[in-house]
C-alpha cells in the first residue's frame, strides 16, 4: 500500500521500546508432528499503553528492534495457493499503563498545514505494505483499538497505526480460503472488539463471493490457533443461504449486538455472530426481514431476480449502526443509493425488529433543488446516495448550538442521520450534504424530517467506479466538522452554526448554509496512490458526549480523520481547534493559504500531496497576487510559522527561502493565474533580493577566509552593525538573538536596497576615524566586490528567470528594461541610494588605486590589483544602475519623479562619458572600450583610443627602449590605429566627430588638420561645426581642394557667426575674392549647363550683394570707431577708456529713463570691444549718441548713418519701424520751443538757427545723396506725425526673451520719446517747422551744386552755419557706398 522508501524524514522519530522477556521453545514452521531441536524464541512486543508513547530514550537514538517478518515469502496479491498461516512479529515490551498511550511527539511528517488542520503522515507502516505498493488492496482504521487493516486477495494485515516506530509490531494473516480470481472482489474484513480475557482486537475476515468466513478471537494469540488444527476450525464457517452469484458488499459492526452486519449485492443484509451463546468462537448467520432484496432461493430468488427487484430503488450504498442505550441492541440503518431508508433494531444473537422502510428520494431531491440553484438545474435521473452516518447523539447544550443540524432526537426510535448525496451532468458533478431525520409511522407524504442541506462546492470530481474503496462521510463529535473522503481527494467540511444575523437567519429559514469553511486534500496524480481505507478519531472528553465500552486507545482533543493511503502510507488529517469553527471569526480558505500550503510542502518531492488542483475553490487573479505578494514579503523576512530566527547554515537557509519563491511562481503557472505586470516585476525583484542576500553570504565567508585571524570583521558585518535601528529588525538577546549579522540574512534581506548603499558610507566613516591604510584598502576591495557581485548577480538573475515570472517578453538591455515603465515602481536595483554611493565608491576606488598601485607590496597590493580589475565591472553596474533610475522616474506620473529623471538622465550622459573615461587613469583600456560600446559613448570610446595610442606614443619616446620593446609598442599603435579606422566604418560620424572633437580640444588645429587616417568625416565633421568654420575654410581648400565651398563658409561665417567687426571684414572680403576667382574658373564653368550657369550667377548675385550691405554697415560702424571713438580713447589711462567714452559721448536723459543710457553703454561698451554690432544696436548708438563739434565733421550725418543701416541690415516692418524710430530721435534732438518762439528774430536770424539743427543736416545729407546718385537706395522722408507712436506697444526683436520688468522699462522710455514728439507737434508747429527745415535745406543743396558747377571749384557753403556740414555730407556721399 505504501513505497518501499521509509520515512527518515519524520519530524519526532522514536525508538521502540527494547525490553525482552525470557526464551521459549521456536514453533514448528509446519503442520506436521516432526520433532525439532528447540531454538531461541521469538520475543513478541504485546500492545499497551505504552506502545505509541515516546521512550524515555534521547531523541538522537534511532536503533529499534527488528520487526521484520519471520520466514513469510512476499509477493505481488494475487491468486496462490494457501499456504500455512504466518505471522509478522516483533519484539515486545512489558506493558504500560493505560493512560501514557499515545503522547505527543509520535515522530509523524508535517505534509500540509492551514489554519484549520493539520495533514500528517504517521511513522508505522509495515514493511511488507512498504515494499507492496501497487496490489489491489483496501482496509479500514479503528481509533477505538488503535488498529489498522489491511486486506488482499490472500492476506491481512493489522499494525497499530499510530505507534512511534517506523517497522511497528505488525501481524499478518494469509487467508485461508484466497480469492479465485484477481478480479474478485477484495475480502472483507473488520476487528473485533477485545474480549475481556485480551487487550487486543479480534479479526474477522469474509470472502465475498464464497461466503467464508475467518474469525481469529484476538491478534495477540493468532500464531498459536495458527498451529492448533482443532480450534482452527471451530473459528471458521461460511455464510448460509447465499443465491448464486450473490456476494457479500459490506460489513460493519453491529456495536453492542456483538455481531456484524453484511450487505449483499441482492439487496438482501444478514447479521453474523462469531460467538455463541456461552461466549465461545462460533460463526452462525441470520438474514434481516427487508424488502431491500428476496429473501428465498430457487429461480425467483436468484441473482437475477434480486437485481431486477432491486432495480428501481437501486443498489445499498451504505449500512450503519448506532449504540443504544440498552444492554445488547443497537440500530441499523440502511440506504439506497436511490433514496429508499429501512431501519431495524437488532438484539444479541441476531434477534431483529424492522423498525421503519421509507423511500425518502422526492423529499431529499425537492430540499436539493429547493436549496441550491446549481442542484436545481440538474437532472433529477441522476440523484445518488454515496453514503451516510449517524449524527452523534449525547452532546451538551453548548456544542449542539454550535453546528447547523436540529436538535438531537431524545428518543432512539428516531434516527438522526446525514447523507452524502450527488447530482450530476456530463461537465459537473455536485455533492451536498443533507440532514434528515427518520421516525416510526412516518407518513408517506412527509416520510422524513429534512434539516439542513449542505452543498460542497470545494470538490466535483466525478467519483471512480474502479476504486478499491467507495466514498465515505465521517461526522466526529462534536458535529461541527465533516469528512468526506474520496479515491484522490479528502474533503474537510465546516457545518458550524454562524454568529447570529439576519443575513444567516434568511439562509437559516431557506434550509441553507452560510458560505462556510472547506478544503481539500488532494494526493499526487500518480497511478500507485489511492485512498484505500479511512477511519476517524473524535474526542471523548467531558461535553461531546461518551458512548458506551471501552476507553478508545487514541485519545484526541479535536476530530481527526484517518487516511490508508496505498503508495504513501497512514496519514492523519487532525483538526486544529474544532471550536473555533462556530466562533466569530471561524477559520478560512484565503488564497494566501491554499498558497502557502503549495509553496512550503509542494517543494518537498516526495509530498504524497498535491496543491494545484482547485475544484470549486477558485480565487480571483487578484486575489492570488496580492498573496502572493505578501507570502514573498515574508519568505524574505522570515516572519511566517514556517520560519525559524535561527539558521546554523545561513546559506542553506537562503536557499531554502529561494525554492519557495520558486515554487509560488510554478504554482502560479500550474493554476494558470494572469498576475498582473506589476506583481510580476515586484515577485521577481523579491526573488533578486533573496538571491543576492546568497552572493553577498557567500563573499562575506570568502572574505572572512583571507582576513587575518585578529580581524574577522568584515564589510558586510560592519554595514549590518551601521545601519541605523530604524532601518533594521533589531535581534531579541532575551529570546537567544545574538548574533546580529545572521539575524539580519534571516528577517531583513527584503531591505537589500539599503545594505547595498551602505557599504560606501562604512568606508567613508572608517576614513574619518584614521583607519590604518591596509584595513582600508581590504574594506575598499570587498566594499567594490559586493557593489560588483549583489547588482551585476541581480541583473543576471532577473535576466535568466524572465520566464519563470511570466516576463518572457519584456525586453532588457543590460539586466534593466530597455522601456515599459510606466506604471511600474522603481526596481530597488536603482534606488537613489545604490547610484549614490555606488558613484562614490567608483570615484574612491579609482582614486585609491591611482595612489597605491604602484607603490604597495605584498598583500596590499594584491588587493590594490583585484580593486583595480573590479573597476571596470562597478564602472558599468553604476551606469546600468542610473540608466535605470532614469528610465524609471521618467515614466512617472509625479512630476517632481520627472525632473529627477530628468537630472538623473542628463547625470547618466555626462557619466557614460566621464565614469568610462575615468578607466583610462588606471589603464584599464579594453574594459573601458568594451562599457562605451555597451552604453554607446561613442565620445568616451573615441577619447578612450586617442589616449592609449598617445600613451603609446609617449613610450615609443622614452630613451634606452630594447627593439623588441620598440617593436611591440609600435605593432600595438598600428593596431589601435587600425581599430580607430574601423569604427569610423562601424559608427560613421556618431565615431568620428567625438574623435575629432578630442583630438581638436586636446591637440589643437594642427593635430586635426594632419590626421591622415580618415579624410571623409574629418571634412563632415569641420563643415557641421559652425564654430571651426575658421579652421573648415582651410581643411576644404588644402584638404578638399574646394573653393566654392571656402567661399560659402567664409561668407557664412562673416554674415551669420562673426563677432568681431574686424575678423568679420576680412572674412567677407576673403569670401567675395573667393567666390569671384572661383566663379572666373573655366573648369567651373564648363561643368554647368547654361541654365545652371543662370542660376549659379544669380545666386552669387544676390551673395556678393549680402556682402556688400554687410560690408556698408561695418563701414558705418569703422567711421564711427576711427573718427570720433579712437581720438578720445587714445587720450585715456588704462582701464579708463569706457567711463571716459561714457562721459564724452553720452545723451542727457532723464533719470527716470536711464534704461535709454543702458542701452546706449552696452553698445558703446560693445564697440569698444571690437564686436561687430547688430543693425538695431548700431542704429540705437548712433541715433542716441552726441558727438562733439570737433570731431562730428569727421563722419557723415549719424542720422544719415543710421538710416543707411536700417536699409542695409533690415528688411519689411522691422526696417520701417527702424526708420521711425531714427527721425523721431533726430525731430527730438532740438529745442523746438524756442525755435517756434521767433518773437524780435528776424529772417535770417530763424534761417541761421534752422541751418544749425541735425535735422537741417539731415535733410541736406539725403537731398544731396539723392542728386548725386551714388547709392541706389530711395530713402524716405518721414513727417514728425509719421515718426510717432514707433515701439509704444511692441519692441523690435531683441527684447523679446528678456525680463518682463525690463521690457516694460524699455517701453515706457519709448512712450517718454513719443509724448515729447507729440508735445512738439501739437504745441509747436513741428510738422511746419520740419517742412520748413526740409525746404532751406534742399535749396541750400542746389545752391551749393551751382555754385560748385559756375565755380568749378572746391563747394562752399550757401550759410556760414552749415557749409562745413553740407561739405563733409558730399564728401560722405562720394565714399561712403560700400566700396571699402
Keep these: 500500500m505504501f513505497s518501499a522508501t521509509l520515512n527518515n524524514g519524520a519530524e519526532n522519530v522514536s525508538p521502540a521500546p527494547m525490553t525482552t522477556r525470557g526464551r521459549r521453545r521456536q514453533r514448528p514452521l509446519s503442520s506436521d508432528n516432526s520433532v525439532q531441536q528447540p531454538k531461541a524464541k521469538r520475543q513478541r512486543l504485546p500492545l499497551n499503553d505504552q506502545t505509541f508513547a515516546n521512550p524515555s530514550v534521547p531523541s538522537e537514538t534511532y536503533e529499534v528492534k527488528s520487526t521484520k517478518t519471520s520466514m513469510v515469502e512476499l509477493k505481488q496479491d494475487g491468486i496462490e495457493e494457501a499456504p500455512v498461516p504466518k505471522q509478522e512479529l516483533s519484539f515486545r515490551s512489558k506493558k504500560a499503563r493505560p493512560s501514557d498511550r499515545f503522547s505527543k511527539g509520535d515522530g509523524s511528517t508535517l505534509l500540509s498545514t492551514n489554519i484549520a488542520f493539520d495533514v500528517r503522515k504517521l511513522p508505522a507502516l509495515p514493511d511488507r505494505l512498504k515494499l507492496d505498493a501497487t496490489s489491489r488492496q483496501h482496509g479500514s482504521a479503528d481509533s477505538s483499538t488503535g488498529y489498522a487493516l489491511s486486506l488482499s486477495h490472500t492476506h491481512a494485515l493489522v499494525w497499530p497505526y499510530a505507534a512511534h516506530t517506523q517497522s511497528p509490531e505488525s501481524f499478518t494473516f494469509t487467508l485461508p480460503y484466497p480469492s479465485k480470481h484477481s478480479t474478485d472482489p477484495l475480502p472483507l474484513g473488520a476487528l473485533v472488539p477485545s474480549s475481556a480475557a485480551s487487550t487486543e482486537p479480534g479479526l474477522v475476515i469474509v470472502m465475498p463471493t464464497s461466503g467464508k468466513v475467518t474469525y481469529w478471537e484476538s491478534i495477540a494469540s493468532a500464531t498459536t490457533l495458527d498451529f492448533m488444527q482443532q480450534q482452527r476450525n471451530g473459528i471458521e464457517g461460511s455464510v448460509t443461504g447465499m443465491f448464486s452469484g450473490e456476494t457479500v458488499t459490506q460489513i460493519i459492526h453491529a456495536e453492542s449486538a456483538a455481531g456484524f452486519i453484511l450487505a449483499f449485492s441482492s439487496g438482501r443484509m444478514a447479521y453474523l455472530s462469531v460467538r455463541d451463546t456461552h461466549g465461545r468462537p462460533k460463526i452462525s448467520t441470520q438474514f434481516l426481514r427487508t424488502s431491500l432484496g428476496p429473501a428465498s432461493s430457487g429461480f425467483f430468488g436468484s441473482i437475477r431476480h434480486a437485481l431486477s427487484h432491486a432495480a428501481n430503488q437501486g443498489d445499498i450504498a451504505a449500512v450503519r449502526s448506532e449504540r443504544s442505550s440498552k444492554q445488547g441492541e443497537c440500530t441499523v440503518v440502511a440506504v439506497t443509493s436511490k433514496g429508499r431508508l429501512h431501519s431495524w433494531r437488532v438484539h444479541r444473537g441476531g434477534h431483529h425488529d424492522l423498525l421503519t422502510e421509507v423511500d425518502a428520494r422526492n423529499a431529499i431531491l425537492g430540499a436539493l433543488q429547493q436549496s441550491d440553484r446549481i442542484n436545481a438545474n440538474l437532472p433529477s435521473e441522476s440523484f445518488n446516495i454515496l453514503d451516510f452516518c449517524f449524527v452523534p447523539r449525547g452532546l451538551d447544550k453548548r456544542h449542539s448550538e454550535m453546528n447547523q443540524l436540529l436538535p438531537s432526537p431524545e428518543l432512539e426510535d428516531r434516527q438522526h442521520l446525514l447523507l452524502l448525496t450527488s447530482l450530476s451532468n456530463k461537465q459537473t458533478w455536485r455533492y451536498t450534504l443533507v440532514e434528515v431525520v427518520l421516525s416510526i409511522g412516518m407518513s408517506s407524504e412527509n416520510p422524513v424530517d429534512i434539516g439542513m442541506v449542505r452543498p460542497i462546492s470545494a470538490y466535483s470530481t466525478k467519483p471512480d467506479a474502479h476504486a478499491l474503496a467507495k466514498p465515505r462521510l465521517y461526522l466526529p463529535r462534536p458535529n461541527i466538522i465533516a469528512f468526506l473522503v474520496f479515491d484522490h481527494a479528502a474533503v474537510v467540511a465546516s457545518i458550524a452554526r454562524t454568529p447570529d444575523s439576519p443575513d444567516s437567519q434568511i439562509l437559516e429559514d431557506n434550509h441553507l448554509l452560510p458560505a462556510s469553511f472547506e478544503d481539500v486534500v488532494d494526493l499526487r496524480a500518480d497511478p500507485t496512490l489511492e485512498i484505500v481505507g479511512s477511519g476517524i478519531e473524535e474526542p471523548n472528553s467531558q461535553g461531546f458526549g461518551a458512548g458506551e465500552g471501552k476507553t478508545p486507545r487514541i485519545r484526541t482533543k479535536n476530530p481527526a480523520l484517518i487516511l490508508l493511503v496505498r503508495g504513501a502510507g497512514t496519514l492523519r488529517v487532525a483538526i486544529t481547534d474544532v471550536e473555533r469553527f462556530a466562533s466569530e471569526k471561524p477559520p478560512e480558505v484565503t488564497a494566501k493559504t491554499k498558497l502557502e500550503q503549495a509553496v512550503f510542502f509542494g517543494v518537498k518531492e516526495d509530498n504524497p500531496l498535491v496543491f494545484d488542483v482547485q475544484h470549486g475553490l477558485r480565487f480571483s487573479d487578484a486575489e492570488y497576487g496580492a498573496a502572493a505578494l505578501e507570502l514573498s514579503q515574508e519568505i524574505l523576512t522570515s516572519t511566517g510559522k514556517q520560519f525559524s530566527s535561527l539558521a546554523a547554515r545561513v546559506d542553506t537557509n537562503i536557499k531554502e527561502r529561494i525554492q519557495y519563491l520558486e515554487k509560488i511562481m510554478s504554482q502560479m503557472k500550474s493554476l494558470r493565474v494572469n498576475l498582473d505586470r506589476v506583481t510580476k516585476w515586484r515577485l521577481l525583484w523579491n526573488a533578486e533580493k533573496l538571491h543576492v542576500a546568497n552572493v553577498i553570504w557567500r563573499k562575506h565567508e570568502d572574505f572572512t577566509h583571507i582576513r587575518p585571524l585578529a580581524s574577522k570583521k568584515s564589510i558586510v558585518a560592519e554595514i549590518v552593525e551601521f545601519i541605523r535601528s530604524e532601518e533594521k529588525s533589531e535581534p531579541n538577546p532575551a529570546k537567544g538573538e545574538v548574533d546580529e549579522l545572521r539575524h539580519w540574512f534571516i528577517r531583513d534581506v527584503d531591505r537589500m536596497e539599503i545594505f547595498i548603499a551602505w557599504a560606501y558610507e562604512v568606508i567613508k566613516h572608517n576614513s574619518r576615524a584614521n583607519l590604518d591604510q591596509a584595513s582600508l584598502t581590504r574594506l575598499i576591495f570587498e566594499a567594490a566586490e559586493i557593489y560588483n557581485s549583489a547588482i551585476r548577480d541581480a541583473f543576471t538573475f532577473r535576466t535568466k528567470n524572465l520566464d519563470l515570472y511570466g516576463l518572457s517578453n519584456e525586453r532588457l538591455e543590460h539586466g534593466i528594461l530597455a522601456n515599459g515603465y510606466t506604471g511600474l515602481p522603481a526596481p530597488w536595483t536603482c534606488h537613489p541610494f545604490i547610484a549614490n554611493n555606488v558613484k562614490r565608491q567608483v570615484e574612491l576606488s579609482t582614486e585609491w588605486v591611482k595612489q597605491h598601485w604602484a607603490a604597495e607590496t605584498g598583500e596590499k597590493n594584491e588587493l590594490i590589483k583585484r580593486t583595480r580589475e573590479l573597476l571596470p565591472q562597478m564602472t558599468e553596474v553604476y551606469l546600468t544602475v542610473v540608466q535605470e533610475l532614469s528610465r524609471s522616474c521618467l515614466a512617472s506620473e509625479d512630476p517632481k519623479m520627472v525632473e529627477d529623471g530628468e537630472k538623473y538622465e542628463k547625470i547618466y550622459k555626462q557619466d557614460r562619458h566621464d565614469k568610462v573615461v575615468l578607466l583610462a587613469q588606471t589603464e584599464n583600456w579594453e574594459a573601458g572600450i568594451t562599457i562605451a560600446e555597451n552604453h554607446e559613448s561613442l565620445p568616451a570610446l573615441a577619447e578612450i583610443l586617442t589616449r592609449e595610442i598617445d600613451g603609446i606614443r609617449h613610450q615609443l619616446e622614452t630613451p634606452g627602449l630594447s627593439p623588441e620593446k620598440v617593436e611591440r609598442l609600435e605593432s600595438k599603435m598600428t593596431a589601435k590605429e587600425e581599430q580607430v579606422r574601423e569604427y569610423f566604418g562601424t559608427y560613421g560620424k556618431d565615431f568620428a566627430f567625438p574623435f575629432y572633437e578630442y583630438l581638436f580640444t586636446t591637440y589643437g588645429v594642427d593635430a586635426l588638420l594632419e590626421y591622415e587616417g580618415d579624410k571623409k568625416y574629418k571634412t563632415m565633421y569641420l563643415r557641421t561645426k559652425p564654430e571651426l568654420a575658421k579652421v573648415s575654410w582651410i581643411n576644404d581648400i588644402i584638404g578638399e581642394e574646394d573653393i566654392e565651398h571656402a567661399a560659402e563658409t567664409l561668407v557664412d561665417l562673416g554674415l551669420a557667426r562673426e563677432q568681431q567687426v574686424w575678423n568679420k571684414k576680412i572674412e567677407l572680403s576673403l569670401g567675395k575674392l573667393a567666390r569671384m576667382a572661383e566663379s572666373s574658373r573655366p573648369s567651373s564653368k564648363a561643368s554647368m549647363s547654361i541654365q545652371d550657369a543662370s542660376v549659379n550667377e544669380t545666386n552669387e548675385d544676390a551673395q556678393v550683394d549680402a556682402i556688400d550691405r554687410e560690408l556698408a554697415i561695418i563701414g558705418v560702424q569703422d567711421d564711427l570707431y576711427n573718427t570720433q571713438i579712437r581720438p578720445v580713447i587714445s587720450v585715456a589711462l588704462e582701464g579708463e577708456e569706457l567711463s571716459l567714452v561714457q562721459e564724452t559721448f553720452a545723451l542727457k536723459i532723464p533719470k527716470k529713463y536711464k534704461i535709454l543710457s543702458q542701452i546706449f553703454d552696452d553698445a558703446l561698451r560693445r564697440l569698444l570691444n571690437h564686436e561687430a554690432l547688430d543693425p538695431l544696436t548700431l542704429i540705437d548708438l548712433l541715433t542716441l549718441i552726441t558727438l562733439p563739434p570737433e570731431t562730428k565733421e569727421h563722419m557723415p550725418d549719424q542720422f544719415f548713418s543710421a538710416l543707411r543701416v536700417a536699409y542695409n541690415g533690415l528688411k519689411g516692418a522691422e526696417r520701417v519701424q527702424a526708420e521711425r524710430l531714427i527721425w523721431r530721435r533726430c525731430f527730438l534732438r532740438e529745442d523746438w520751443t524756442q525755435l517756434n518762439n521767433t518773437t524780435l528774430k528776424n529772417d535770417n ?110 563747394l562752399s557753403s550757401p550759410r556760414s552755419g552749415s557749409a562745413r556740414k553740407q561739405s563733409k555730407a558730399f564728401e560722405g556721399m562720394n565714399g561712403q557706398n560700400g566700396t571699402h
Excluded at 508747429?1325 to 558747377?1349: C, F
Design 1245 to 1354: 536770424d530763424i534761417v541761421e538757427i534752422l541751418g544749425q539743427t541735425d535735422l537741417f543736416q539731415f535733410y541736406c545729407t539725403l537731398y544731396a545723396n539723392q542728386q548725386s546718385g551714388g547709392d541706389k537706395n530711395e530713402y524716405r522722408r518721414l513727417s514728425p506725425s509719421e515718426a510717432a507712436g514707433v515701439y509704444t506697444e511692441h519692441l523690435d526683436r531683441r527684447f523679446e526673451n528678456m525680463e518682463k520688468s525690463y521690457r516694460e522699462k524699455v517701453l515706457e522710455a519709448m512712450r517718454w520719446e513719443d509724448t515729447n514728439l507729440l508735445k512738439h507737434i501739437e504745441k509747436h508747429r513741428l510738422e511746419q517747422w520740419a517742412k520748413e527745415t526740409r525746404k532751406y535745406a534742399e535749396e541750400a543743396v542746389d545752391q551749393q551744386y551751382d555754385e560748385t558747377t559756375a565755380a568749378g571749384a572746391a
